[in-house]
């Protein structure tokens, strides 16, 4: 059973347009969401997070919006850029003894066209 | 700061032999876990570590040790591979919470292949 899911292997942008990236989870108990992006060959980087206990935070061009009711996440992203192309995760964690241990979603390929 | 780093970055075994696979980091984080990433797939966890001298299992543990013998590192060994253990394998860090969840920091991943 797979509790955080991104649909879409693959989203293609217009530089300079917006980009949504999805996520749904089933696991009402996460108390945190966090997005990470990789590229070829390296570790994944840290992105934005989100609290379960908010519906949105903002980070420069990147914001995430969370609906609990809908256990839906999604990452915008404004106005995208080509370094923008990537491989994006969508994770979940909680406190207490949960702290730190991720479960990651399938990831989304995200390219960003000249 | 060289942050979480792997040792090997590359790897080609034959099935049934074993290795170690070193993840060191110099942030003076006491939470270290190791992930494989398949493809299609998110990375799974395998095993993690809330402080030194303390193991425990994740998601994905079977055919895997792991030992935290020094807080700064955290070895993952294959006791004997197997196919379906080719896989990249990623390192992570996390400073303890006081409330609030902490940016954890991967290594640049080892990428391991049993023939």
């Known amino acids: 059973d797979q509790q955080v899911k991104q649909n879409s292997p693959s989203l293609s942008v217009q530089e300079g347009r917006i980009s949504i990236l999805n996520c749904d989870y089933t696991n009402s108990m996460f108390d945190y969401f966090l997005w990470y992006k990789k590229y070829p060959a390296e570790g994944p980087t840290f992105l934005i997070s989100i609290s379960s206990i908010k519906d949105k935070n903002e980070d420069g061009r990147f914001t995430v919006f969370l609906n609990k009711s809908a256990k839906h996440l999604s990452l915008h992203i404004v106005p995208s850029q080509p370094g923008d192309s990537a491989v994006y995760f969508c994770?979940?964690?909680?406190?207490?003894?949960?702290?730190?241990?991720?479960?990651f979603g399938q990831g989304t390929i995200l390219t960003v066209h000249p | 700061n060289a942050g979480v780093t792997q040792t090997p970055k590359f790897r080609v075994l034959k099935t049934g032999q074993s290795m170690t696979l070193l993840c060191a980091q110099d942030?003076?984080?006491?939470?270290m876990y190791w992930y494989r990433q398949d493809p299609g797939m998110g990375l799974r966890l395998i095993h993690y570590?809330?402080?030194?001298?303390?193991?425990a299992k994740g998601e994905v543990p079977d055919g895997y040790n792991v030992s935290r013998l020094k807080k700064q590192n955290f070895l993952l060994g294959l006791e004997s591979a197997a196919p379906s253990q080719t896989s990249v394998y990623f390192c992570a860090s996390i400073t303890e919470s006081v409330g609030t969840y902490n940016e954890q920091f991967f290594g640049p991943g080892t990428r391991l292949t049993v023939l």
């Open positions: 570590s809330v402080g030194e001298g303390t193991t």
């Open positions: 942030m003076n984080h006491e939470y």
């Open positions: 994770a979940a964690s909680g406190l207490g003894t949960s702290y730190g241990k991720l479960t």
